[in-house]
C-alpha cells in the first residue's frame, strides 16, 4: 500500500518538475540568511546590525555591506558564491576591508 502511494504521489506529483533557477537564484540573493556567510569574517555583532538594517530598511546584505564599506567587491563576491556556501570549505578569517576614500 505504501509502494502504491510512492508510486501515485511520485507519478503524478514529483515527476517532470523543474526549479525555476532565475526565481530560486533572486530568493537566494534577498534572502537575509545570507549574512551567516559573512560571519567568520565580519563577526557576530556587525552582522547582526547589517541584518536588522536590512530587515527593517527592505535592503540587501551585499547592498548594505557595500554601503558601509565592509569589504571590498571582490571579497564580497567571494563569500557570498553559492558555491562557497554549499559545499564544505574552511574560509580565511581576513576581511579585505575596502579602502575609504
Known amino acids: 500500500m505504501l509502494t502504491a502511494a510512492i508510486d501515485t504521489l511520485t507519478t503524478r506529483c514529483v515527476s517532470g518538475i523543474e526549479a525555476d533557477r532565475e526565481r530560486c537564484l533572486g ?56 558555491e562557497a556556501m554549499t559545499r564544505p570549505s574552511r574560509i580565511a578569517m581576513t576581511a579585505s576591508v575596502k579602502p575609504r576614500s
Open 27 to 82: 530568493l537566494v540573493e534577498n534572502s537575509i540568511g545570507l549574512v551567516t556567510a559573512l560571519g567568520p569574517v565580519l563577526g557576530h555583532e556587525t552582522c547582526s546590525r547589517i541584518a536588522r538594517r536590512a530587515l527593517d530598511e527592505r535592503r540587501t546584505i551585499a547592498e548594505l555591506v557595500m554601503e558601509e564599506g565592509l569589504l571590498t567587491e571582490a571579497r564580497l563576491n567571494e563569500l557570498l558564491r553559492l
